[in-house]
């Protein structure tokens, strides 16, 4: 029985507090208003003189601009075409498009770090479904970290219902068709694509499809650990044939639902944009995080002295699953990317140039370390067998795939006033501080072993 130290919980609680006093340090020094962002401006030497800077705004209060940097490598303005209007936008305008980005950080650093975390215990949930409804015989050694992980999904999923409807409400500006009078034709906000959309994005919609998803995972988790439970005590196996049946329907619920909860609560940042690879590509990211943690916690608890059955042949399993869904994740996002870059369509490709000036290096920087660096350290059959070599291959995907969620949701939201701060920092640390705690603090209220399950000696005997 594991049993959850003083120091883990001590460590989960000092990362929540040290998380929160950055990210409120932070926040409390960025501008607040046009005067703070004028002298920022006059701070950086920024001026209106003899240098020519074209700065684009493509119809998103949150796209700020894009701009040639002169040789004072600064951000300047001259002028802004507002496209959806045709005309310039002075200073002032632009300024304030600063402002809301600025305004929009924090809100964007907690939204991304809540919804990194809460993908882990998603992709995980999915994972376990398919354990038992594949009736994998090397597996049900790890139903119980599983199980453990997925227990953050329901306050994972309660923070991110709040996070939208905060934004609903109008406490930020991330979603940009949540904007006054986007989608009524007399307003100066009117925008003719947006409104077209507007049957599938409204506010009320997006809040009850939220209730929806959250509330089908965590009823698919509530009684699946329950079903689980019962079969440890069970004398039959009627128990663990009613996991099948819910597993298999519960997966038929999760790949529809998952596709929709990513339109609405990613792609919809960006709501000109559209793709209909996306649902796949999030699933990918999700799976390869969730399998991830769970190999990560298996080998710290291995490590501990606990899970003696666990063997090299478990890992390497786990290590197969990383390998393959990371190239799986590849596979889409170049399937993504060729299509819409070789079409060049302007409303579809407009998303990647926005990347590609305004956020070079993690753009490019997540690709080599979701693809090439697990391609590097998996490919090999015994590397999957070394653990050191596994948690560092772990550790390397999770950090690139929190750079995915921050490349899809920072472009929209704050455009080029984007960096990597306290902010930031701040908020990982405390979804990560409350994961650990939620997590471990599961894993020590039941036995590590399942007792009954039918398959749990092919498990302790699985040799790969």
């Not at 009736?135 to 999904?153: D, H, K, N």
């Not at 949540?178 to 599938?200: C, E, F, Q, R, V």
């Not at 998303?351 to 920087?365: A, C």
């Amino acid at each position: 029985m594991y049993t959850l130290s003083n120091n883990l919980k001590l460590s989960a609680i000092i990362f929540m507090v040290v998380g929160a006093v950055l990210f409120t340090v932070d926040a409390l020094f960025m501008p607040h208003t046009i005067e703070d962002i004028e002298a920022m401006h006059a701070g950086h030497g920024d001026g209106h003189g003899d240098e020519n800077h074209a700065l684009v705004d493509d119809h998103s209060t949150n796209d700020i601009a894009h701009a040639e940097h002169g040789s004072t490598s600064h951000i300047e303005v001259a002028s802004i075409k507002d496209h959806s209007e045709g005309h310039v936008m002075t200073e002032e305008e632009h300024n304030q498009h600063l402002l809301d980005g600025y305004h929009n950080k924090p809100w964007s650093a907690i939204y991304i770090a809540a919804f990194f975390f809460f993908m882990i215990a998603l992709g995980c949930l999915a994972f376990y479904a398919v354990q038992y409804a594949s009736q994998a015989g090397w597996s049900p050694l790890l139903l119980r970290v599983m199980e453990a992980i997925t227990a953050y999904l329901l306050p994972g999923g309660v923070i991110m219902i709040v996070l939208l409807a905060l934004s609903g409400f109008h406490f930020n500006h991330m979603f940009h068709w949540m904007a006054d009078g986007i989608t009524d034709p007399a307003s100066d906000n009117y925008d003719k694509l947006i409104a077209g959309k507007s049957g599938w994005l409204n506010v009320p919609g997006l809040l009850i499809r939220a209730v929806i998803f959250v509330g089908g995972w965590c009823a698919y988790r509530f009684f699946a650990v329950k079903f689980s439970r019962n079969q440890d005590e069970a004398s039959d196996n009627r128990w663990h044939k009613k996991s099948f049946k819910l597993a298999a329907g519960f997966l038929v619920f999760f790949l529809y639902t998952e596709s929709m909860m990513s339109w609405d609560w990613i792609m919809s940042v960006d709501p000109h944009w559209f793709s209909t690879l996306f649902g796949w590509y999030v699933l990918a990211g999700m799976m390869v995080c969730g399998i991830t943690t769970i190999a990560l916690i298996t080998m710290i608890l291995k490590g501990a002295g606990y899970l003696p059955n666990v063997n090299d042949s478990h890992i390497h399993d786990l290590a197969k699953f990383m390998f393959g869904f990371s190239i799986f994740w590849t596979y889409l996002w170049f399937s993504q990317f060729m299509l819409i870059w070789y079409s060049n369509i302007p409303e579809e490709v407009t998303y990647y140039i926005q990347r590609i000036e305004d956020y070079n290096l993690p753009f490019f920087g997540m690709l080599v370390m979701n693809f090439i660096f697990p391609l590097l350290i998996l490919m090999n059959s015994d590397f999957k067998r070394v653990n050191w070599f596994v948690v560092m291959a772990g550790v390397v995907i999770l950090l690139g795939h929190y750079v995915d969620i921050f490349n899809m949701i920072m472009p929209g939201t704050v455009g080029t006033v984007w960096s990597f701060g306290f902010v930031e920092i701040g908020a990982l640390m405390f979804f990560f501080g409350l994961f650990i705690l939620i997590v471990f603090s599961s894993l020590a209220s039941r036995p590590l072993e399942p007792k009954r399950n039918p398959l749990i000696e092919e498990s302790k005997h699985f040799h790969y």
